[in-house]
């Protein structure tokens, strides 16, 4: 199936984000499952929205995971409805 098919709420895992650090352009995003995993706006690619500042507490999201030297990490956020 082409990937213009598939609808846009099933291109993404869902979370929401648990915290945001704006000062320091980071925070935590938890997934459905309960996981927390780390995002940095210097390593985040933003849909939806073009500004790190609509990202708060509570506000659930799509997203796309990757790896760093770190480990996990969020590499895609999709805001579907800004608050």
Same mark, same amino acid.
């Given at each position: 199936? #082409?990937?213009? $098919?598939?609808?846009?709420?099933? &291109?993404?895992?869902?979370?929401?984000?648990?915290?945001? =650090? =704006?000062?320091? &352009?980071?925070?935590? /995003?938890?997934?459905?499952?309960?996981?927390?995993? #780390? *995002?940095?706006?210097? =390593?985040?690619? !933003?849909?939806?929205?073009? +500004?790190?500042?609509? /990202?708060?507490?509570? /506000?659930?999201?799509? *997203? $796309? !995971?990757? &790896? +760093? +030297?770190?480990? !996990?990490?969020?590499?895609?956020?999709?805001?579907?409805?800004? #608050?």
């Amino acid at each position: 199936m #082409p990937v213009e $098919d598939v609808p846009v709420e099933r &291109r993404y895992y869902r979370g929401t984000v648990s915290v945001v =650090h =704006h000062g320091s &352009r980071t925070g935590w /995003l938890r997934t459905e499952r309960g996981r927390e995993v #780390p *995002f940095a706006a210097a =390593h985040l690619t !933003l849909v939806g929205t073009t +500004s790190f500042s609509t /990202l708060c507490p509570g /506000l659930q999201v799509g *997203f $796309d !995971l990757g &790896r +760093s +030297s770190r480990g !996990l990490c969020v590499t895609t956020i999709r805001v579907y409805d800004t #608050p």
